[in-house]
């Protein structure tokens, strides 16, 4: 059952449904923490010996994520901390900046659990990802929600609820 002012999972969690499109800047900052999670993914690296097969995509390796990780060992954990701290939590903030930054890093945490099992596999994990990306990012841009079973709800509970306790979402 949907109301004007909610919109219903299958699991009765509730989300505010989108009244108005979002002001350009906070749409434009919502594609930030996927373009973070693409550079701080692993995608460039599996991508790379299916890409060698075809030397017309030699160079865009160059333009594929894992930039991040020429940097501090220490950078993703801060920059998780900072993202969640202060930003997922901070209620001053529009809901669907929130969304889309705790988004971002679901998505990136998803694409590290996971073994190794065969080049095509991550191949095709990794342009899923990288394809789920860029529709997060066009939902962002657009000032919508993007709607992926089961991460959208974790990222409403991490966007809604404030860290000294749970409360109740609208």
Same mark, same amino acid.
């Given at each position: 059952?949907?109301?004007?002012?909610?919109?219903?999972?299958?699991?009765?969690?509730?989300?505010?449904?989108?009244?108005?499109?979002?002001?350009?800047?906070?749409?434009?900052?919502?594609? =930030?923490?996927?373009?973070?999670?693409?550079?701080?993914?692993?995608?460039?690296?599996?991508?790379?010996?299916?890409?060698?097969?075809?030397?017309?995509?030699?160079?865009?390796?160059?333009?594929?994520?894992?930039?991040?990780?020429?940097?501090?060992?220490?950078?993703?954990?801060? *920059?998780?901390?900072?993202?969640?701290?202060?930003?997922?939590?901070?209620?001053?903030?529009?809901?669907?900046?929130?969304?889309?930054?705790?988004?971002?890093?679901?998505?990136?945490?998803?694409?590290?659990?996971?073994?190794?099992?065969?080049?095509? *596999?991550?191949?095709?994990?990794?342009?899923?990802?990288?394809?789920?990306? =860029?529709?997060?990012?066009?939902?962002?841009?657009?000032?919508?929600?993007?709607?992926?079973?089961?991460?959208?709800?974790?990222?409403?509970?991490?966007?809604?609820?404030?860290?000294?306790?749970?409360?109740?979402?609208?």
């Amino acid at each position: 059952e949907e109301t004007p002012k909610n919109k219903y999972y299958a699991s009765g969690f509730r989300i505010p449904a989108n009244v108005e499109k979002p002001e350009w800047w906070w749409r434009t900052l919502s594609c =930030i923490p996927y373009l973070i999670a693409l550079q701080m993914s692993s995608t460039g690296y599996y991508l790379d010996p299916f890409i060698q097969k075809f030397p017309f995509f030699q160079n865009l390796i160059f333009y594929i994520p894992g930039g991040v990780n020429r940097l501090p060992i220490w950078f993703p954990m801060l *920059y998780c901390y900072v993202a969640i701290v202060w930003v997922v939590k901070n209620k001053d903030l529009p809901l669907i900046f929130r969304f889309h930054v705790m988004m971002g890093m679901l998505l990136e945490l998803a694409l590290q659990i996971g073994g190794t099992l065969g080049m095509y *596999y991550w191949t095709g994990v990794a342009l899923a990802y990288i394809f789920t990306m =860029i529709m997060c990012i066009r939902s962002a841009l657009l000032g919508r929600f993007v709607s992926i079973p089961l991460v959208s709800e974790s990222t409403f509970i991490h966007s809604l609820f404030s860290l000294g306790g749970f409360q109740r979402p609208f």
